[in-house]
């Protein structure tokens, strides 16, 4: 192998044929002799650079013999590490899952004539427009950089510097001691972290945060409002970026999209990059070569109560037959307590039934639905476990009210609980929070948010 790589470069010298076939001979005999004697191994652009200085011709032809072995080795390098990073496919689904969850297509973060570079929460994939297919990927969840277009107040800003993105989190301005370096051209990716203290650092951090928010300024504006967009947007049964990417070369304006057509329609989808003029609307649109969606994920495991509270156990297990959900959700059960009244050969359990549906995006657990329904359990031990043995469940309509006082006859205090918002309203939170920290931790999550029916994202673990 040594040999063919040795020939290689020396055929790139300016040489006659008569002095190249001398040259060789002396070459590969030196070689050989060197393999013989068992010395360590000495790399082939090595054995050729000592044996032309050997031979006094080292003046003359040193510029050829360096740069034919900087082409052959150093661009041989440079393919290997190329070869060994690549575009995860399951990342690239990942990412437009979230999307299809966010309904709206995956943030722009870099787009030039040569790449494109897209993500959210699940994690960044870059696009070699040249080659016509996705050339890396990057978990961000695994980095901890996973906060893009999350709606927190933890933000992760990507900002590109030349060939490479600085990828960093901050919080209300505030920039995180470590960030990330991803090049754009071997795709490596390094940690960094601000090693100056104080003032210096501080300053460090905030000048990172003000290049961001300059760049974020310059080069994103909600699709929606660009009036060029508008009417394609409402038009058809595509999903595009929530921000366009904007650009301004040759003395024009232009915003771009990611777009998954045909998303709302079941229709066969593909991938693209749409470009417009601001100015007069003119544009094109950029095919790109990514896997297709999968269909929406199976069921996210079914939540199991872990707690050691045995009356809690029994209420889980009774209720557990009676789930129903979406394909995609899981629905987890959060009883409000109202009061336990232990009998001689049983326990009443006054009790609130909460429940909420999440489907998973990210690392957020999206709420999608839910429900209350006011109830008494009683249960009775068998075996040395708790299990209902009856449930009195409050009817719909006029006769609700009524239905409560009937099962909490005698029990004045417990009643009033039922009838008091503030209270359930305050206890459910309190429990939503135990039984969301329980999923995360059954499903082994570094992370775990969740977004209620109001927009508002609250971060469990």
């Known amino acids: 192998m040594m040999e063919k790589e040795m020939k290689e470069v020396f055929e790139k010298l300016s040489l006659s044929e008569q002095e190249k076939g001398k040259l060789w001979e002396q070459i590969t005999e030196k070689h050989q002799e060197k393999k013989r004697k068992k010395h360590r191994l000495v790399p082939a652009a090595a054995v050729l650079v000592l044996f032309f200085m050997g031979m006094g011709i080292y ?23 190329k070869e060994e990073v690549s575009a995860e496919k ?3 689904q990942e990412i437009w899952e979230v999307s299809y969850y966010n309904g709206s297509a995956p943030k722009i973060l870099l787009y030039t004539e040569k790449r494109l570079v897209f993500g959210n929460t699940a994690g960044l994939a870059v696009y070699d427009l040249e080659a016509g297919r996705a050339v890396f990927t990057l978990d961000l969840q695994k980095i901890g950089c996973s906060y893009i277009e999350l709606g927190s107040s933890l933000e992760t800003g990507c900002l590109p510097q030349g060939s490479q993105m600085v990828i960093f989190n901050e919080e209300s301005g505030d920039v995180k001691d470590c ?5 754009l051209e071997d795709f490596s990716v390094k940690k960094q972290n601000f090693k100056s203290c104080g003032e210096e650092r501080e300053t460090k951090k905030r000048q990172l945060y003000k290049k961001w928010k300059q760049f974020e300024k310059e080069h994103y504006q909600d699709l929606g409002q660009i009036e060029v967009f508008r ?38 989808q593909s991938f693209a990059v749409i470009t417009k ?17 999968p269909e929406r994920k199976e069921e996210l495991p079914e939540f199991i109560y872990t707690g050691k509270d045995p009356i809690e156990e029994a209420v889980f297990s009774y209720f557990k037959a ?38 998973k995006s ?41 239905s409560i006082e009937e ?19 305050k206890e459910l939170k309190k429990k939503k929070r135990e039984m969301i920290s329980m999923y995360a931790e059954q499903l082994d999550w570094k992370e775990a948010y969740i977004r209620n029916g109001k927009g508002k994202l609250e971060k469990i673990k």
Not at 61 to 77: D, E, P, T
Not at 233 to 260: D, H, P, Q, V, W
Request: charged share 30%.
């Open 407 to 425: 099962f909490t006859k005698g029990y004045p205090k417990i009643r009033k609980r039922y009838f008091n918002g503030r209270f359930f309203e």
């Open 179 to 183: 960030y990330y370096i991803l090049d």
């Open 59 to 81: 003046a003359a032809s040193s510029k050829n013999v360096i740069q034919a072995v900087k082409v052959l080795f150093g661009g041989r390098q440079e393919q290997q590490r």
């Open 322 to 359: 009676e789930e129903e959900k979406e394909k995609g959700e899981v629905k987890i059960l959060m009883p409000v307590l109202y009061g336990i009244k232990e009998k001689k050969s049983s326990v009443l359990v006054f009790l609130s039934m909460g429940y909420k549906t999440y489907y």
């Open 90 to 92: 399951s990342i690239i």
């Open 231 to 268: 009417k394609e947007i409402s038009t058809t049964k595509n999903m595009y970026s929530y921000f366009g990417y904007i650009k301004k070369e040759g003395g024009r304006t232009t915003a771009s999209s990611l777009c998954l057509a045909n998303f709302w329609n079941g229709k066969e």
């Open 362 to 402: 990210g690392m957020v657990l999206e709420e999608n639905g839910g429900g209350r329904q006011a109830m008494r359990l009683t249960l009775k031990k068998r075996n040395g476990n708790y299990q209902v043995s009856e449930c009195l469940k409050a009817i719909d309509g006029a006769g609700h009210i009524k």
């Open 277 to 293: 003029d601001l100015a007069d609307g003119t544009g094109r649109k950029q095919s790109l070569d990514l896997p297709q969606m």
